[in-house]
């Protein structure tokens, strides 16, 4: 859910913002000259990290199920009917989990509404759940991701020459890496 509103732009337009919807919250508005929430504190520079939202990033995953010898199941998603019921099923078998969405998948749902969503799901870091930006077709939208809270991404610049493609590939794992996403 969304919470929409009118403003009129003020001098105190994030106090305002910041009373209405705390950090844990969403903001969109109609009027496209009003900054959403996410616009705000990232003006202010503030980025969102994982770990606010319960999240873990992949290689801690990873580590525990290649020393236990399990897999490690990732799965689409697109709305929040999907998301509860991959979080359900994860809960109960008490597995952890890959969130992955494509960058089609974030542009249809907007990035304050899909990390609205992943903050509705209470998620607890001993859960063990990443979200993925699976196949980010460039720098700048593995980086969107990471700014989000996205706590693994995997950049695919197959379609780049080979040595675009290592060039890219490594300037991402090396920013993503500054953040401690995998």
Known sequence: PCLWFNLCPAPDFDFIVAQINPLSSIIRTKNPTIPTFYDIITAKGFNMKYTDFGLVNTHDIFLDAIARN?????????????????????RETHSPVILAVSESALKYMGGDMLMGLIRGANIKP????????DHGSSF????????????????????????????????VADHAHKFGVS
Do not use: R
């Open 126 to 133: 001993d859960e063990k759940i990443a979200l993925h930006l």
């Open 70 to 90: 399990y897999a490690v199941p990732a799965f689409n998603f697109y709305n929040m009917e999907t998301l509860n019921a991959i979080l359900a099923a994860a």
């Open 140 to 171: 700048d939208a593995c980086a969107h991701a990471i700014e989000l809270g996205f706590s693994s991404v995997m950049i695919d610049a197959s379609k780049q020459k080979f040595a675009d493609n290592i060039q890219i590939s490594s300037q």
